[in-house]
């Protein structure tokens, strides 16, 4: 952004296969209150988040899972890009 915070994405629950648990809403309220990202949420593709890594816009990516677990996601495959 160009006030200088970062970004943190993340898909809308309306979208569907989202589940609005008590991880999200934690890492959320987290973020929030830290007051060291700008929220946004909208629908992510692996090409768009795929680009963003390639060109140095993406520092971390994580899941929040159903199972109380946040879990930095190392690696993806997309179209032959790792």
Do not use: N, Y
Request: proline fraction near 6%; hydrophobic fraction near 35%.
């Amino acid at each position: 952004k160009k006030d200088g915070r970062r970004k943190l994405v993340t898909p809308p629950l309306e979208r569907g296969g989202i589940l609005p648990g008590v991880t999200r809403q934690s890492v959320l309220g987290l973020c929030k209150g830290w007051r060291e990202f700008h929220l946004a949420e909208w629908s992510l593709t692996m090409p768009g988040v795929g680009d963003a890594a390639a060109g140095g816009r993406l520092i971390e990516a994580f899941r929040a899972r159903t199972a109380a677990a946040v879990t930095p996601s190392r690696t993806s495959i997309t179209r032959g890009r790792t």
